[in-house]
């Protein structure tokens, strides 16, 4: 059985370097197809339901962010995190109650969408002496189910959060709904990316369009020819989900 286990830990181990070379290397390819350099695009993992000790390989690979979806979870795993080695952030929806349990634990909160929640960032941010930085997560599909802030009404969420103290909106991040065709998505993220840019180009204070966070396992690809500039990859650099 040890054997079998050891056996099967090392399948995993070569799985994932397969896939994070795979995954650099398409960076690189989408990148250059979209006028820019490897280096310009941030990949971030996204590690819900993935064990510290393969985060911990990624890491040891080259990964420099990860990113939970579960403030239980990111607890849980904390401290066997290799955080010498990589960056923190929080991707998933995250509720006003325990925004107090991550603050100065996480870089980035990418999942802001109403004032209420950054307005409990940054008072736990001041209260713990840091800053924090979020981007704004926008509805661009108008889907119920999700959470994300219309785009409609995007400049004047931001216009309210860029004055709270001790919180840096440094873009934008989004999940467009699932779609059959590359075009089809493609039109999320260009709407995307003209939000991004139009926000941009209004030169807020304390509003830094530093980040567009969009595209997945699936359409990472079409994000970057897009503009994105941070992917959030999972099961296409740790395999298929299992969940609990």
Request: net charge negative.
């Amino acid at each position: 059985m040890t054997e079998k286990l050891s056996a099967d830990k090392q399948q995993r181990f070569d799985d994932i370097r397969a896939n994070y070379q795979t995954i650099c290397e398409n960076i690189e390819k989408a990148a250059a197809e979209s006028g820019r350099k490897k280096n310009d695009i941030t990949f971030l993992a996204a590690t819900k339901t993935v064990e510290p000790e393969l985060i911990n390989y990624a890491i040891s690979l080259g990964l420099k962010k990860i990113g939970e979806n579960r403030v239980q979870e990111l607890l849980s795993k904390y401290d066997e995190y290799d955080l010498a080695n990589a960056d923190l952030q929080f991707i998933g929806h995250l509720q006003t109650n325990k925004v107090r349990q991550i603050i100065g634990k996480v870089s980035m909160i990418q999942s802001v969408d109403n004032i209420r929640l950054a307005n409990e960032i940054s008072r736990q941010s001041e209260k713990n002496g840091t800053d924090t930085d979020i981007l704004v997560e926008v509805n661009i599909g108008r889907e119920e189910n999700k959470s994300g802030v219309f785009e409609e009404e995007l400049e004047e969420l931001i216009g309210e959060i860029s004055l709270l103290k001790n919180i840096k909106v440094r873009g934008l991040m989004s999940v467009p709904p699932i779609c059959d065709s590359k075009q089809k998505i493609s039109k999320f993220f260009d709407k995307m990316y003209k939000l991004f840019i139009d926000i941009s180009t209004k030169k807020l204070d304390n509003v830094y369009m530093d980040y567009l966070s969009m595209g997945m396992s699936e359409d990472y690809y079409e994000a970057i020819l897009c503009g994105a500039n941070m992917i959030r990859v999972g099961s296409g650099l740790f395999g298929a989900r299992i969940y609990r």
